[in-house]
């Protein structure tokens, strides 16, 4: 009796905590079919896809999402490549600085990027590197790098040590066994940095909006302004079918990636022979 009661309670708090979830995501999917879409949750009285075609234009959705994909993109290649080169002499090698080293990265985890956002304005317009998106990805890539580091490091410990010393017996260098044995072993790994990565930068407000000024250049993320109108006006209708269109990209990709991937590295026959 006393079990079942846990498992109800258990089961009530959880039904509570995917309302609170459902509601937001029950008005954006209704806000966006209905013509005159309030902040209230209703059921339109004559849906419509008026707000989709609104939005549609490549003024409001098309060059937006190509900025956020080339940003997202971007941030998220760097982040792999340093990813690895800084994780595999943490997981090949021991020493007595490795821990306190990926203490420091941990550490750089929990640094908000508004704390330093000041200082790096400040560098980018010395640099004449504002609206520059080359410049802008590699900054990006530098607040999610520590997080990477971690995740690259503990998929690359999974790979065994044996199958690169047995390379290096046959005269194989560090970089060639990296680039042979390890990636592909950790591939899935890979993928799991890189959709990490991605969606973070693909939400990433606040750096876009400090460091491009041109509009043709800011990602979907910043763009999302433009249905909020003067003296508190906001489109609600075309914000919903924009948000909704925002999200599918960020999907699609986690589907095709995970589908890809598998639940787990298959790894358990990599020492047979």
């Known amino acids: 009796m006393k079990g079942s ?16 979830f459902a509601a937001p995501l029950l008005w954006l999917v209704l806000a966006a079919v209905d013509p005159q879409a309030g902040y209230q949750t209703k059921v339109p009285s004559a849906p419509s896809m008026i707000n989709f075609s609104a939005v549609l234009t490549p003024e409001l959705l098309g060059r937006p999402l190509l900025n956020s994909f080339v940003l997202s993109a971007g941030t998220a290649l760097v982040n792999v490549l340093a990813a690895v ?11 007595r600085f490795n821990k306190p080293f990926m203490y420091t990265v941990l550490f750089g985890t929990s640094l908000p990027v508004t704390a330093i956002m000041v200082p790096v304005y400040g560098l980018f317009v010395q640099l004449q590197l504002l609206d520059s998106m080359a410049a802008t990805i ?19 410990d999974s790979v065994p040590l044996e199958l690169e010393e047995a390379a290096w017996m046959d005269g194989a260098s560090n970089l060639t066994t990296m680039r042979t044995i ?9 993928g799991v940095v890189f959709i990490f990565v991605f969606i973070q930068a693909w939400g990433n407000f606040f ?3 400090i460091l491009l000024l041109s509009t043709g250049k800011q990602p979907a993320a910043v763009s999302i302004f433009s ?11 075309q914000l919903a079918a924009f948000s909704i269109l925002y999200s599918v990209p960020v999907l699609v990709l986690y589907a095709v990636v ?3 991937m598998g639940n787990s590295f298959a790894m358990s026959g990599a020492m047979k022979g």
């Open 258 to 260: 995970s589908r890809g």
């Open 182 to 190: 390890v990636l592909p072993l950790m591939g899935q790994g890979l």
């Open 138 to 156: 590699f900054f990006m890539a530098t607040t999610t790098l520590p997080m990477a580091i971690w995740m690259a490091k503990n998929f690359m």
């Open 5 to 20: 009661r846990a498992r109800l309670g258990a089961d009530v708090a959880l039904l509570v905590i995917g309302l609170c």
């Open 227 to 237: 249905f909020f109108g003067q003296h508190g006006a906001i489109a609600y209708g």
């Open 207 to 209: 750096v876009p909006f």
């Open 85 to 95: 080169l800084a994780a595999y002499p943490l997981s090949r090698y021991q020493s």
